[in-house]
């Protein structure tokens, strides 16, 4: 199959990259470090693996990829959607700026693919769109405004893409991740590198999952890892501010 991913060049996406070249897939990246992106070349060759450097949420760098992209014939099976940022946009107060920008990267710098690519899916009557989104979409962050706001925004524009085109080949699933050890959450990492806590997913193991949400091509929204979402999902009764005591009491606690 032919892949795209955004976010390509580190954590989730790299290791996704990896994943699919090795199992036979083309792949086609893009990441706003390009440098990033010829040294992932290098680590897995060129043959199955193009690149564009692109930052998702910059219409124009969206536009001059989609131009390499049908001069290169390159025509996606599956696109993933996982770029992503966080910042710490209520410290010391709120920030608007930094929550205009987090928005522009994790919700529009989805969407825009999306606009890009359905007519081409719809045209042939087969495509699968999957959405990168988070449990963060169900319980606010005391640290940051923007990123539950903006992967709750996801999750709810890929449901409704879901409903209007239901009766179309085309699929729209949504990955929800509790958390994982990469760079956009450094307090679930390590000094050396590993998962600080024991429910916390390594970026490879959240590329097996995509893996098989792609094999499994379902309009689905699905939560991973699946025993601690599911016993994350039942607690969504309870208040914010007492599940975020418990949360951080479990983060002390030795794992």
Known sequence: MNIFITGASKGIGRELVKLLVKNGHTVWGVARRDD????????IGKDHFFHTQCDVGNIKDVLETMRFIRKRSFHPDVVILNAAIYMQDLTPHYSHRFMTEVFTTNLFGALFWVEMFLPLFLARRSGHFIAISST?????????LSLPASKAALSMAFRSLRLRYESSKIIFSTIHFGPVATSIS???VSPIGRPKYPFVLTAAAAAKDIA????????????????????????LFLPDNFFARVSRFLKKSPG
């Open 36 to 43: 990033l992106l010829y040294t992932l070349e290098k680590e």
């Open 212 to 235: 098989k949400v792609i094999r499994e091509r379902r309009s689905h929204d699905y939560f991973f890892p699946v025993l601690t979402t599911l016993i994350f999902r039942l607690t």
């Open 186 to 188: 450094p307090k679930y």
């Open 136 to 144: 963060s979409a169900f319980r606010p962050d005391p640290g940051s």
